[in-house]
């Protein structure tokens, strides 16, 4: 389905992530956003509050992130797209509302832009220390998704991503950006509407009577239902049967949790976005995400200068985690593997668990507050091709 | 909209099923999932009481139920969205009133009611009743307050009187408790009303009210809990309870809010009635009113586009989006 063109801002701007994002979900069809002004994500909202009335949308500015992560499950389950938007204290207050929305199968996402951690920590500085918190920051067992841009251009492009992935797959997803990717200012294409392909909510067309509303279809994901639609359903945070009625067992609680894993998980692939770079002869093979992905390009540079046989892979896509793509690294003759990441060392875990020992594995890990320096990630290479 | 929200009539009262005239049963069992009884509550409890008076009062004010969406939180009053026959909504402790803003926004033609509990509404909560009063957002609010934590065993609550004890209060409870009414009516509501489980017929006339104003409307229904508070505080059974509730109460129609304070099972009345009834612009009422000022023939209102009516927006095509 082509994106409503109302909401698209066709052309050539020069805008910051934040901007882009907020860009990308009007592109979406997003029309409902809640949010509470933390730095350095509140740009997005900003934008929202500004572009909403002039495209049948609405903003309301919560008394908290709790109530907006909240209040946009309630604007969807009235048959909107929405979208909250935070970073780090934000989004641990938002933690229970991710899990109620990957338990109720409730599309829609939520932004993350990364400033350095914990607590308080840098407000006005980059971090990438809650690709953890993405994907288990809520209690119990669940699938989820977690995309991460490297430009303003690509803000725009995954948050389209974004909100498509959370009606495919009923889940939320997490965009998470950095703050240096949120403030710095590219050039952002936003093409016409016909060429953004939009997914469209599953609302379902069986009458009420036949109709469950977490009755899976054969990919694990259940038709949308919304309010007034005369279903007259319920839904609960509790761990509920196909119609939704609570059921206090452990036979309930394994058909219902492993559904909500494995719906994501088997569709791993289809969700896993990437970009490699020089991998052909590569005999180490950087990966990396966000802000940091744009150093590892100079540090392969220096270090192909160097006469190391380098490429770089990178990830749009964090959760599900692209296992089956470094396994293919693994398969075509790499034999070490960096990460450079701006934390101290989060996804790394994820690639060394991927590599089993097959690979040695080098973290480059950075508290955060900048970013690395490509001599470091450098010596890093030439220690993985030793 | 979609077909199956067009056309439906919304002021008659909801006609019972052909079956029932053969048969005639109590007229609140079609607002119940009746697949789902025998409900979780205990003997002499009044959240039951509650459910009573607003199937009835539901019924009486003619909604249509395919319109009528209910949002609990969590707790004993938290399960009434899943008995009620409706859309119905289980949310989070504490957060059923910001799920039933984004739900109300989104829909505007749709009636949200939250039916909840003391301990949910008014302390983990707390912060959302009173932003939602003074943004007067167009719900209207059931809180059932039967002055301590039931789910999980009888803790002391914010509206649990002094001296009471509760599990957390072993050697009784030391602060005041909130006066819900007083603090909705500060926070803006635009009708505020106090009755017990006993006033069946005025908290059903109320909940009426309720339902019928545009804005926040917060009915405080006071209820017994003999399981958990009755028992340890040894105020009897839920008998005994109602007949303190008879003795005690005091209507006080139109009394200032700040007059209604009162201890639950200790001396003095309990003034009850329909404290606040006034207008003020529900919170999309102003939004409208104010971006048409603000943004003239540019402003799109909410609802012009939803994600299943996008093929409508080729209206406004044009060589640029």
Redesign the interface.
Known sequence: ??A????????VHFIDGDHACAEGALAA?C??A?GYPITPSTEVVERLASRF??????F?Q???E???S?????????????ITVSSGPGISLMA??IG?AAMTETPCVFVNVQRGGPSTGLPTLPGQADVMQARWGSHGDYGIIALSPNSPQEAFDLTVTAFNLSERFRCPVVMLLDECIGHMLEKVVIP??EEIE?V??R?TTRPPGEYLPFQPGPDGVPEMV?????????????THDERG??VMTAAAQDALVRRLVDKVARASREIALTEARDLDDAQVAVVSYGITSRVVVRAAELARAKGIKVGTLRLKTIWPFPEHRVEELLQTGVRGLVMPELNLGQLVLELERVARGRARVVRVPHAGGTVHDAETIVRAIEEAAK | M?A??TGRETTTRNPAPAADCAAPENPVLRYL?QD?LPHIWCAGCGIGTSVNCFARAVDACGIH???L?V?SGIGCTGRV??YL????????HG?AI??????????P??KVVVYSGDGDLAAIGG??LI?AARRNVDLTVICVNNFTYGMTGGQVAPTTPLQAVATTTPYGNLEEPFNLCHLADSAGAVYVARWTTYHVRQLQKSITRALQKRGFSFVEVLAPCPTLYGRRNRVGDGLAMQRLFKERAVVKNGVATRETNFDIYGHGPIPVGDFIDRDRPAFLER?NAH?AR??GD???????????E?AE??R???P??
């Open positions: 389905m082509q409503d063109r109302l909401g698209v801002l066709t052309g069809g029309r409902f809640a009335p002039l495209v049948g949308g609405l309301v919560m008394e908290d709790i109530a907006s909240i209040a946009i499950q309630g604007a969807v389950w009235a048959g909107a797209k929405a229970e509302h109620y016409p509407a939009v469209p909510r609302l919304k309010a007034g639609m005369g279903h007259r359903f319920h839904m609960t945070g509790l009625y609570p | 979609s199956q929200t999932r789902r139920l395919d319109q969406a949002v969205a899943g026959k409706l859309d119905s909504f289980h949310t989070t957060r910001p799920f039933a803003t984004g739900l109300k926004l989104a829909n033609s749709l912060n959302h932003h939004y971006m603000a943004l540019q402003f799109v209102p909410y609802g012009d586009i939803t994600v299943d996008k927006a080729d406004f095509a044009g640029e989006g």
